[in-house]
T-cell receptor, first 115, second 113 residues
Framework: KAGVTQTPRYLIKTRGQQVTLSCSPI?????VSWYQQTPGQGLQFLFE???????NKGNFPGRFSGRQFSNSRSEMNVSTLELGDSALYLC??????????????FGEGSWLTVV | AQTVTQSQPEMSVQEAETVTLSCTYD???????LFWYKQPPSRQMILVIR??????QNATENRFSVNFQKAAKSFSLKISDSQLGDTAMYFC??????????FGTGTSLTVIP
């Protein structure tokens, strides 16, 4: 069965632009969560979606937003990009959401460079 | 607030030897889960092992096992018979609600041939 698929894998954007990243979860998985990984801050939780509803949100500014579609695919958007947004953005999916104990499976990530 | 601490930024081990990676966490929650994830140079995070806090028995997955000490809030990973493919960054993670994971800063493990 196909794993978590993230597109694009690599992209370069200019400060002030916006970017949209896409994530297709493992077939049958209904929960999608997003993480930002940087050398300085490590892995930080952005948000989680389950059945098209945002369930949890990390401590990130409102420039970071996301959504989930009825087929469980998810997108995250970052507006007014800053240099500090350069990071590896990881998407993870799990069969269930809401209750803890779920194992999450990660995609290969989208490398975003802001210049 | 939940915090996860990995105090060993880098470690190395000879091939076929055993190595233990440390992790401590802080939480006031009673029902939670702990994980070890591996991130090889490809950067894809791979689940290594999972432990439920309510289970006293330590989880084991082939060459990987944990030493879970709930009272001490400690969750170390032991890798036996280390292989070159074990070279990676290892992250300890804590989960108590939904799919919001709290990750440690990672330990970079190098297996030396």
């Amino acid at each position: 069965k196909a794993g978590v698929t993230q597109t694009p894998r690599y992209l370069i954007k200019t400060r002030g632009q916006q970017v949209t990243l896409s994530c297709s979860p493992i077939s049958g998985h209904r929960s999608v969560s997003w993480y930002q990984q940087t050398p300085g801050q490590g892995l930080q939780f952005l948000f989680e979606y389950f059945s098209e509803t945002q369930r949890n949100k990390g401590n990130f500014p409102g420039r970071f937003s996301g959504r989930q579609f009825s087929n469980s695919r998810s997108e995250m958007n970052v507006s007014t990009l800053e240099l500090g947004d350069s990071a590896l953005y990881l998407c993870a999916s799990s069969l269930h959401g809401v209750t803890p104990g779920n194992t999450i499976y990660f995609g290969e990530g989208s490398w975003l460079t802001v210049v | 607030a939940q915090t996860v601490t990995q105090s060993q930024p880098e470690m190395s081990v000879q091939e076929a030897e055993t190595v233990t990676l440390s992790c401590t966490y802080d939480t006031s929650e009673n029902n939670y889960y702990l994980f070890w994830y591996k991130q090889p140079p490809s950067r894809q995070m791979i689940l290594v092992i999972r432990q439920e806090a309510y289970k006293q028995q330590n989880a084991t997955e082939n060459r990987f096992s944990v030493n879970f000490q709930k009272a001490a809030k400690s969750f170390s990973l032991k890798i036996s018979d280390s292989q070159l493919g074990d070279t990676a960054m290892y992250f300890c993670a804590f989960q108590y609600t939904g799919n919001q994971f709290y990750f440690g800063t990672g330990t970079s493990l190098t297996v030396i041939p």
